[in-house]
C-alpha cells in the first residue's frame, strides 16, 4: 500500500500497530499528539522530516525534553514492521486513514478539534464518511415504537440518497442499517470494537464490497469491546451526520444518555428524540434539556423526513471552524 | 584484508584449519556485512551458502547490528548448520508451530538482544503472533535479511510458492541501509532477472559453476517397469557405496524397494505419503550412517538433504525439468571421486507428468467454488470447506494458499483455524497459471530432449541452467563412448514381471467417517462394524495385473479367467486370511451391472464358496472417482447402497473391481457387519493410484 509519509509519520507516532504491549514506551495519546503537531505547525515542520532522525535531532529541532525525544524516535525505528502490519490488515481488506490524509473526514476536523482521532481503520467505501446523512442511536433493547422509528429512517435515508450513521451494533444500528441497505442506500458503522471481526459478518462484508457499507472505528482493528471505547466513538457517530435521532434513552447511564447530553452540550448536529405516549424516561429528560421532538409515528413520507428534520431545527445552525492541518 | 583475515579465523573455528574460503564464498560475505550491500549467491548445494550467512552475521553482531533474520523452507534441516555456527558463538533460535512453548523465551531473549540469529518459515511471517510479538522486538533493528531458497520467489522458479510474494513486499519496504542476501543453488538467467526486478535495483548477483567434477551421467530408455527393476538388480551390486533411486510415486518406491530387498539388497522406501507415518528423519539418519544403503525417494527427499559419500543416484522414472534433476542428481559424489547419475525412463513418465502439471493449480471453479462457501459464512474449517467443495484436501489447501496470499481470503485461530471471506476484491489470475503451466510444459519437453541427447550430457544440463561456462565433461558415457549396460537379461526381467504380479497391495480399513459427514455422530467407526484388511490385486494401470484389469473394465466389458486365477493364487497362497472367507458378495453398479458380479462368481466358483448377491444400489450415483475429498466420497456412497434383510453369516469376501476412496467397501462393510455377517474382507481388482502423487 502506498502510504504518503506525512500519515507514516502518524502511523508510527500515534497507532498501536506492530507494537508490544510488553514494551517499555507507547504511542503518542491525543494529549500527547496535539501540542507537537501545533510544534511542528509554528516550526512549518511536516511530520514525515522526523522520519529517520535520532534522539539527539529530534531533541535539537523540536527542542523538547530527552525522554520525549527519545520515545518518539524509538515509536519511529518501527518502519519496516509497521508496513507487515499494514500489509496483513490490506489484506483483509482494511485500510487506514490518519489527521495528515486529504480524505481525513472534514468533519471530524471542523467539529472535533483538537479531539479528532489521530488514526481512522476502515473497510468499504471512504467517500461516505461525512457525505450528507442522518445519525441513528439507541440502546440494543427497543419497544416497538423504537424498532419502528429505526427501520422508518433507514428505509429513508436509503430512499432518498442520504447516508445512514450508526454505531454498527446490534438493536437500533443493524435494524436501521439492514432497512437502508435494503433500499438500496449507503450506511456507515462507526465501530466500537473489532473492525476485524465485524467484517466478517456475510452481511456486512457484502455490503463493504459493494461499496454501499463503510465501517470504521478509531481503535485498534482486533480491539475488543469496552465499555471506554463504546463511549468514546459516541461522538464519532455524531459528527459524521447533519442530524441525529435519539430512538431509545436510559437515564443518566449508558453510551446513548452520554453521547446524546454531549451532543446536546457540543452543538455538532440538532438532536432529535423519539417521542411517543410510553417513550423511555431519558427520552423525556433528553427533551427537557434542549433536543427536539421526533413524532411517532412520523407524520409523512420517506422523502419528506429530510425536509422535515430541516424545518423542525432551522434555529440552530453550527458554525464551520477553521480545522487544523493534522 | 583485515577483515578477511578475521573471518578466515572464524571459518577455521567453524569447519577446520585446513580450510580456506571457497572461490565466491569472502566476495558475498564482505558484499552484504561490509558494503551492507543486496546480494544473489547462486551456488550449487553443498557449496556452503550457509557459512556466508553466518560469518556475515558474526561480522555485522561484532559491528553492533541488529540480530539476522533468516527466512528458509527447510528449518528442520539445519540442525547441523545451527550447530556449526555456534562454534564461532552465534546463537540462532527458530520460532515455528512446532516450539510454541519456547516462543516466550525466545522474545525474552530478543529483547536482551541475546539472539544472534532468527530463522523462520516464510509462512510465520504473516501469522499475527509473529507480527506482534516478534518483529515488534527486532524492528528497526534487523542486521541481515537473508531468504533462503531465493529462486522461490520468481514464477518462473521450479517450485514457486505463494508465501515469497509477501517476503518481497517485504524487502521491497526494509530500511535502506539494510543488507539483504538472496540464496539459491538453481536459478537460471531467467530467474536471477526476476530476483533482480523484484529486489530492487542495487542487486549483485554472484554466481558460481554448477558443473560437478565426479559426477558421470548416463541414460537409459527401458519402456517397462520389469526391464528397470531387472536392470537395478543386475546392475546395484556394482556400486560399493550407498545411493539414492528416486521415483516419481509413493507407490513406485514402495514397489522398487519391495523388489530390492527381495533381491537382497539393504534398501527402504522413503516418502511423505501414508498419512506421514514414516519415520523419516530415523530413515535418513540410518542412510547418513550408511545402515541403510540403498534410498528409494520421492521428492520428499528433497533440498537440504547432505550426505556427501552418495556414490549413484539413479532416477527409475524421470524428473519434470532440467533443474529438478540437476537438483536431485547433484547429491551424489559431494565428497567421492567418481559418482554416477543415471536417469532410466520409461513409458509411463510422460503420464505422470502431465498428471502433475494438471494437477499444480487448482481450477477456476474450485476457487469460485470456496469463495461461494466462505462467502455465506463467518468461517469455515478446512474440513467444512472439504465437506462443501468437491476438490481434494491438497487442493484445496493450494486454492486457500493462494487466495490468502490475493488478500481474498483470510485465517483466523480463534478457537480453531478458521478461513474466511475478505471484502477484497478477487480475479483469477488465469495469465498467472497459464504461463507457469507452459513454463512447466517446455521444461518437460527439454527434459524429453535431454533423455535421448547424443554429446555431453553434463553440457546439456549446465547450458539449460545458464552455467556461466558450460564445457564437455569428458566423463559422461556419451563423452566416453561406454557406461552401464544398457539391456538386461530376460531372465531377470521375468522375475521382476512375476515379482509385479504377486506384489500384495494392502487395503487397510477405514476407521473414521470423514469430519463434517455426520455433524451430529461420533466419527470413528465402531470396530465391530469395520472391514478387515482387505488386498488388491494390482495397482490400475501397472505393467502387471493392471492393464488387463483397463481393458476388461473399458474394452471388453468382462474379466478374463487368467484374472480369476491371479485373484485365486494372492488369496489362497499369500494372503491366506484366517477365518477363510464362507461366502462370497459383490459390491453393485448400476452403470456396469453384470461387471463385477460375474467376476465374483467366477471367483467364488474356484474358491468352491457360494456367491450370494446381497448388497444393490438403491439410486445411481455419480462415478466414485469424480469425487474428490473423503467427504463428498463418502457422501456419494451414503444412501446408494441397500441390502437384503437377511443375509448369510459368517465371514464374507467383498468384491470390487477399481477401489478409489475406499468409501464404497467401507459402507458396504458396515451395511454387511450391521445385517450380521461375520468378518468383511474388501478384495479388489486393482487400487487407483493417481492421486498419490509426488509426496
Not at chain 2, 79 to 85: G, K, L, T
Request: hydrophobic letters at 40%.
Amino acid at each position: 500500500m502506498i502510504l504518503n509519509p506525512d500519515s507514516q509519520a502518524l502511523l508510527l507516532l500515534c497507532s498501536h500497530l506492530a507494537l508490544s504491549s510488553s514494551l517499555e514506551y507507547s504511542p503518542l495519546s491525543l494529549r500527547d499528539w496535539n501540542p507537537l503537531a501545533k510544534k511542528l505547525q509554528s516550526l512549518s515542520i511536516r511530520p514525515a522530516t522526523l522520519l529517520g532522525l535520532n534522539t539527539e535531532e529530534l531533541k535539537e529541532l523540536l527542542g523538547i525534553p530527552e525522554e520525549v525525544s527519545e520515545r518518539i524516535a524509538r515509536l519511529l525505528q518501527r518502519s519496516g514492521s509497521l508496513a507487515i502490519e499494514l500489509e496483513r490488515l490490506e489484506s483483509l481488506g482494511i485500510h487506514v486513514l490518519t489527521r495528515a490524509d486529504a480524505d481525513y473526514p472534514v468533519r471530524y476536523k471542523q467539529r472535533l478539534k483538537d479531539a479528532a482521532p489521530t488514526i481512522l481503520f476502515y473497510a468499504g467505501e471512504k467517500a461516505l464518511l461525512g457525505q450528507p446523512g442522518i445519525a441513528v442511536v439507541g440502546s440494543r433493547h427497543l419497544e416497538e415504537a423504537g424498532q419502528v422509528c429505526a427501520e422508518f429512517v433507514g428505509s429513508a435515508c436509503g430512499l432518498s440518497g442520504l447516508v445512514l450513521y450508526t454505531g454498527g451494533a446490534k438493536g437500533v444500528d443493524s435494524l436501521s442499517m439492514n432497512a437502508a441497505l435494503a433500499a438500496r442506500g449507503t450506511a456507515v458503522g462507526v465501530l466500537a470494537d473489532s473492525l476485524e471481526k465485524a467484517i466478517r459478518d456475510p452481511q456486512k462484508r457484502a455490503a463493504v464490497s459493494r461499496g454501499d457499507l463503510c465501517l470504521v472505528t478509531p481503535y485498534s482493528p482486533s480491539a475488543p469491546f469496552s465499555v471506554g471505547a463504546a463511549m468514546g466513538r459516541n461522538k464519532l457517530i455524531y459528527t459524521l451526520a447533519d442530524f441525529a435521532i435519539v430512538v431509545a434513552s436510559d437515564v443518566e447511564k449508558g453510551g446513548t444518555w452520554a453521547g446524546a447530553t454531549e451532543a446536546l452540550k457540543e452543538k455538532w448536529v440538532p438532536v432529535f428524540v423519539l417521542d411517543y405516549p410510553q417513550m423511555p424516561e431519558g427520552n423525556i429528560l433528553l427533551i427537557k434539556k434542549g433536543a427536539f421532538k421526533f413524532p411517532h409515528p412520523f407524520p409523512g413520507s420517506y422523502h419528506q423526513l429530510k425536509t422535515w428534520l430541516e424545518s423542525h431545527s432551522a434555529d440552530t445552525e453550527s458554525e464551520p471552524l477553521q480545522p487544523s492541518l493534522f | 584484508m583485515r577483515i578477511k583475515d578475521h573471518t578466515l579465523q572464524l571459518l577455521h573455528q567453524m569447519i577446520g584449519q585446513d580450510k580456506d574460503f571457497r572461490p565466491g564464498q569472502w566476495e558475498a560475505i564482505e558484499a552484504v556485512a561490509v558494503k551492507k550491500q543486496r546480494a544473489l549467491v547462486v551456488q550449487r548445494t553443498g557449496w556452503g551458502k550457509s557459512l556466508v550467512y553466518f560469518l556475515a552475521t558474526k561480522l555485522l553482531r561484532e559491528q553492533g547490528s541488529g540480530p539476522t533474520v533468516l527466512i528458509s523452507p527447510l528449518l528442520s534441516l539445519m540442525r547441523n548448520q545451527i550447530e556449526m555456527a555456534a562454534k564461532i558463538g552465534i546463537r540462532a533460535f527458530t520460532i515455528n508451530s512446532a516450539n510454541k512453548e519456547e516462543w516466550a523465551a525466545i522474545e525474552e531473549t530478543l529483547a536482551k538482544d541475546e539472539c544472534d540469529l532468527m530463522l523462520i518459515s516464510p509462512e510465520r511471517l504473516n501469522s499475527e503472533h509473529f507480527i506482534k510479538k516478534i518483529l515488534p522486538q527486532i524492528s528497526g533493528r534487523i542486521g541481515l535479511f537473508v531468504v533462503d531458497e531465493a529462486h522461490c520467489i520468481s514464477d518462473w522458479g521450479h517450485d514457486f510458492r505463494p508465501d515469497y510474494r509477501r517476503i518481497v513486499r517485504l524487502v521491497q519496504m526494509l530500511p535502506k541501509g539494510v543488507p539483504v542476501l538472496g540464496t539459491t543453488a538453481t536459478a537460471n538467467d531467467r530467474v536471477v532477472k526476476d530476483v533482480q526486478a523484484q529486489f530492487g535495483p542495487g542487486l549483485s548477483v554472484y554466481r558460481g559453476r554448477l558443473a560437478r567434477e565426479s559426477l558421470r551421467l548416463q541414460n537409459i530408455r527401458l519402456s517397462n517397469q520389469s526391464e528397470r527393476l531387472a536392470w537395478l538388480a543386475e546392475n546395484l551390486p556394482k556400486f560399493k557405496g550407498s545411493g539414492i533411486i528416486y521415483c516419481l510415486t509413493v507407490a513406485d518406491t514402495e514397489r522398487v524397494a519391495g523388489w530390492l530387498k527381495q533381491k537382497g539388497f539393504s534398501a527402504e522406501a522413503y516418502h511423505a505419503g501414508d498419512d506421514g507415518n514414516m519415520d523419516r528423519p530415523a530413515l535418513e539418519q540410518a542412510f547418513l550412517n550408511n545402515e541403510i544403503k540403498i534410498l528409494v525417494a520421492t521428492i520428499a527427499l528433497g533440498m537440504g538433504f547432505d550426505k556427501p559419500d552418495i556414490e549413484f543416484v539413479i532416477h527409475f522414472q524421470r524428473p519434470g525439468s532440467v533443474v529438478a534433476y540437476y537438483q536431485q542428481v547433484g547429491r551424489a559424489g559431494r565428497a567421492v571421486e567418481k559418482s554416477y547419475g543415471i536417469l532410466l525412463s520409461g513409458a509411463e513418465d510422460d503420464e505422470i507428468q502431465n498428471y502433475f502439471i494438471e494437477s499444480a493449480f487448482p481450477s477456476t471453479q474450485v476457487f469460485q467454488d470456496i469463495l461461494q462457501e466462505l462467502e455465506k459464512s463467518e468461517g469455515l474449517s478446512l474440513y467444512e470447506i472439504l465437506a462443501r467443495v468437491n476438490t481434494s484436501k491438497s487442493m484445496a489447501e493450494k486454492a486457500l494458499k493462494i487466495l490468502e496470499v490475493d488478500g481474498a481470503v483470510g485465517q483466523t485461530f480463534d478457537k480453531k483455524a478458521l478461513y474466511f471471506r475478505t471484502p477484497n476484491l478477487w480475479v483469477p489470475e488465469t495469465d498467472r497459471i497459464n504461463r507457469v503451466l507452459d513454463l512447466r510444459r517446455s521444461e518437460l519437453a527439454q527434459m524429453q530432449t535431454y533423455v535421448d541427447h547424443p554429446d555431453c550430457l553434463m553440457k546439456f544440463l549446465l547450458e539449460a541452467l545458464d552455467d556461466p561456462n558450460p564445457v564437455a565433461c569428458g566423463r559422461c558415457a556419451n563423452c566416453r563412448g561406454r557406461g552401464l549396460p544398457t539391456s538386461v537379461s530376460q531372465e531377470l526381467v521375468i522375475e521382476a514381471e512375476n515379482f509385479l504380479k504377486n506384489d500384495q497391495i494392502y487395503l487397510g480399513p477405514r476407521k473414521q467417517w470423514p469430519v463434517g459427514l455426520f455433524p451430529d455422530q461420533k466419527r470413528s467407526i465402531p470396530l465391530e462394524y469395520q472391514n478387515a484388511v482387505g488386498r488388491t490385486l494390482c495397482d490400475y494401470g501397472d505393467a502387471g495385473w493392471g492393464k488387463l484389469v483397463q481393458s476388461g473394465k473399458y474394452q471388453e466389458g468382462s474379466f478374463g479367467d487368467e484374472l480369476v486365477k491371479a485373484s485365486v493364487h494372492v488369496i489362497r497362497n499369500r494372503w491366506q486370511p484366517d477365518p477363510f472367507p464362507a461366502w462370497v458378495t459383490a459390491i453393485p453398479s448400476t452403470r456396469h451391472p453384470n461387471l463385477v458380479p460375474d467376476f465374483a462368481l467366477r471367483l467364488a466358483e474356484a474358491l468352491q464358496i457360494p456367491f450370494c448377491p446381497v448388497l444393490h444400489r438403491t439410486k445411481e450415483a455419480p462415478e466414485q472417482k469424480t469425487m474428490q475429498n473423503s467427504a463428498m466420497q463418502a457422501r456419494n456412497v451414503i444412501g446408494t447402497i441397500g441390502i437384503d434383510e437377511i443375509i448369510p453369516h459368517g465371514p464374507v469376501l467383498l468384491v470390487d473391481d477399481i477401489i478409489d476412496s475406499g468409501w464404497t467397501l467401507t459402507m458396504a462393510g458396515y451395511l454387511l457387519r450391521k445385517n450380521g455377517s461375520g468378518l468383511v474382507y474388501p478384495f479388489a481388482l486393482a487400487r487407483a493410484t493417481a492421486r498419490n502423487g509426488n509426496t
